[in-house]
């Protein structure tokens, strides 16, 4: 196992996969690509996973029928791996994670995010589908306040990924499943730790997003993530997992308590590598009075009209990248999902036939 995560890390890849009946497989920059060996039997990929778990973690896997930990390989790299099933065969993905907490300035970020940092209290989201870099932006946003302030960062993680030295600031990191049991109960015991800034890992339910909302009402700065498209779909996404009855309260909470939305997406580069495209939404008064009155379908528009207030649209994001020729108009309509307005912006610039 070791030897295939070296061979990854060789690679640069950022993930591997190991399934019955299949070689080894890494993505990098994005596509999929077999190692030459032969195909791994499904006892031979069961093997390769227990590796690295311990008898505690198997039992909970063999359970819940899904894991997900982080390890570290000595002289290697730290790793996030996620356990399951499939065809009853055991199955795992295993992802290499930045030993050092990244630099906000070096990840490509629109300045205006950096901005996110100096809040006092509120929600800052990070959006994008799996793979996107979310939580490489989370772990840049709790790096810059580590070294810019002087506070207590309060991280709960599913699993920690990015390992924070003490800076300026204090950080204490929980790991669901080893320091609490879930986001719902480490987000209640936040109250009493005395944090000033806090990451929850992933909204992911309607009571982690309660008690997220609830910690960003009482005065705390608040990042976390979801797998949503653009902000506005992150706004429904939010207000749609509650009743009927009870939107109209969220909505209204939501208006108060959000600071800014960042949707995300890594697209493959002209010159190797690929870069981050970024959608970003501030919650200024228009938008907040849009989503306490439910109109989120208008929040878009706003937003087009909105970049000299630091707001951005993915397809503003990827125009600029086409122009400046690090990606091809033919990567950005893979990235859009508003296809005609990014036509037409581009072919205003001579950038599309």
Avoid: W
Avoid at 96 to 125: H, Q, R
Avoid at 192 to 208: A, H, I, K
Avoid at 277 to 291: D, G, K
Avoid at 323 to 334: C, D, L, S, V, W
């Amino acid at each position: 196992m070791v030897q295939i995560l070296k061979l990854a890390a060789d690679k640069e890849a950022s993930d591997v996969h190991l399934t019955a009946n299949s070689p080894p497989m890494l993505r990098v920059n994005g596509s999929i690509f077999k190692v030459n060996s032969p195909p791994l039997t499904s006892e031979q990929v069961q093997h390769l996973c227990y590796s690295l778990i311990s008898d505690e973690q198997k039992s909970i896997f063999e359970s819940e029928k899904n894991l997900d930990f982080s390890f570290f390989v000595r002289n290697l790299a730290r790793f996030r791996g996620t356990l399951f099933y499939q065809k009853s065969s055991v199955a795992g993905v295993f992802r290499l994670l930045n030993s050092m907490a990244p630099d906000i300035t070096k990840l490509g970020l629109p300045l205006t995010v950096e901005e996110f940092t100096n809040y006092p209290n509120g929600l800052v989201l990070v959006t994008g589908p799996t793979g996107s870099g979310k939580s490489t932006t989370l772990a840049a946003l709790v790096n810059a306040i580590n070294e810019r302030r002087r506070a207590h960062i309060l991280t709960i993680e599913d699993p920690i990924e990015i390992i924070h030295q003490h800076k300026n600031c204090i950080v204490n990191q929980r790991e669901i499943g080893v320091d609490c049991r879930n986001f719902s109960e480490g987000l209640r015991n936040a109250l009493r730790s005395d944090p000033d800034v806090c990451l929850v890992g992933e909204m992911r339910d309607q009571e982690t997003i309660e008690s997220t909302l609830k910690l960003a009402e009482t005065g705390h700065l608040v990042f976390s993530s979801l797998h949503t498209n653009t902000a506005p779909k992150s706004i429904d996404r939010i207000v749609g997992i509650f009743n009927p009855d009870d939107r109209e309260i969220v909505q209204n909470q939501l208006s108060t308590v959000l600071q800014a939305i960042i949707s995300q997406r890594l697209v493959p580069s002209v010159n190797g590598g690929r870069r981050v495209v970024t959608e970003v939404m501030i919650a200024s008064p228009a938008i907040r009075n849009l989503i306490r009155e439910g109109k989120i379908f208008q929040i878009y528009s706003v937003m087009q009209t909105s970049f000299s207030q630091g707001m951005t649209t993915m397809n503003n994001s990827l125009v600029q990248l086409v122009q400046k020729g690090e990606i091809t108009a033919k990567e950005a309509f893979n990235v859009t999902s508003e296809r005609e307005e990014l036509y037409k912006l581009l072919k205003k610039r001579n950038l599309a036939s």
